[in-house]
């Protein structure tokens, strides 16, 4: 086949998409067209109802940008630096992790909360890991399933490694979170509790499934885009106004120390640190569980602050 004979037969299906679902000059305009609609007027209710939460958020998202912005120019100019070759690696794991925690928040302004909450699971993994990184907690290579010798470019290596991997992974849970954390019992067991909900919705949406049966028990579910809802809305912004600090608390640590990083740097991780903070007390004076378990967490795991910088991993 020819290029142009391609470049038609490619033309002849994007027309029969056309011929088959425009509707009133737009593809989707029948019935994706409403939904669309329905999801910038939700998500526009949780914007307005929860302000502080999206100025918190946007501020955070904005200071975690420039911070990751700041270390890539430098490394564009002047390379990276040859004596820590695990730091490009671990600077993208902050920008991987900047991009889905910005993926939530376009979600939950959108109508869907709880798809961003199924996302938000990822978003803890990835600020444990990096947090056992700047705790020193084990090798980069045991970290990464790679020890004995073992690598990735060999198909014959790949299980071990995916194995090993979850290995690593159960052994940073447990010295964040669990028997080997230091953290008292009652905050294991609520904090086991905060990690088990999230899995409720990563895996099948459950809570999605279970919501949206209620509705039809009702007899309100009559529109198949997103409708607005208190609980849903507070399980993602309570989540996400944790994960953020725990976020916060680690950005320090991606910074390298032969950069020069302005006071205005630091007044702005200061004011951050203690907005999420006042969050945080905030819903611990309502008297949940799960901010004091939280605190604690944060202050005896996550212990870093503007007076840190990266330190390459043994």
């Given at each position: 086949m020819t290029d142009e004979e391609s470049k038609q037969r490619i033309l002849q299906w994007q027309n029969r998409l056309h011929e088959a679902f425009d509707y009133n000059g737009f593809l989707g305009g029948k019935f994706l067209l409403g939904t669309m609609h329905l999801e910038e007027t939700v998500g526009q209710l949780f914007v307005q109802k929860y302000h502080g939460h999206r100025l918190l958020t946007d501020a955070?998202?904005?200071?975690?940008?420039?911070?990751l912005q700041t270390q890539l120019a430098?490394?564009?100019q002047y390379g990276w630096p040859p004596n820590e070759p695990n730091y490009a690696l671990i600077l993208f794991m902050y920008l991987t992790m900047f991009r889905a925690v910005r993926a939530t928040e376009v979600l939950?302004?959108?109508?869907?909360?709880?798809?961003?909450?199924a996302l938000q699971r990822s978003i803890k993994d990835q600020a444990f890991i990096?947090?056992?990184i700047a705790n020193n907690v084990m090798g980069f290579n045991e970290m990464f399933g790679l020890q004995d010798g073992l690598t990735p470019l060999r198909d014959e290596d790949n299980r071990k490694i995916a194995a090993n991997r979850m290995k690593a992974e159960r052994k940073i849970r447990s010295v964040i979170i669990g028997k080997e954390s230091g953290l008292s019992e009652e905050t294991q067991a609520e904090l086991l509790s905060w990690e088990q909900l999230f899995n409720f919705e990563t895996h099948r949406g459950l809570f999605t499934l279970f919501d949206t049966l209620k509705d039809a028990f009702k007899g309100k579910l009559v529109v198949v885009g997103p409708s607005p809802d208190e609980t849903n809305d507070a399980m993602f912004f309570n989540r996400s106004n944790e994960l953020n600090w725990m976020i916060l608390r680690l950005i320090p640590c991606m910074r390298r120390k032969e950069l020069v990083w302005?006071?205005?740097?630091?007044?702005?991780?200061?004011?951050?640190?203690?907005?999420f903070r006042m969050m945080n007390g905030g819903l611990?004076?309502?008297?949940?569980?799960?901010p004091l378990a939280h605190l604690e967490m944060i202050e005896l795991k996550f212990k870093f602050g503007p007076d840190h910088y990266y330190i390459e991993p043994k």
């Open positions: 955070f998202l904005d200071f975690f940008a420039e911070t430098s490394h564009s939950s302004v959108h109508g869907y909360p709880l798809q961003g909450y990096l947090c056992a302005s006071d205005e740097w630091t007044k702005k991780w200061d004011l951050l640190e203690e907005s611990a004076d309502l008297g949940k569980k799960i």
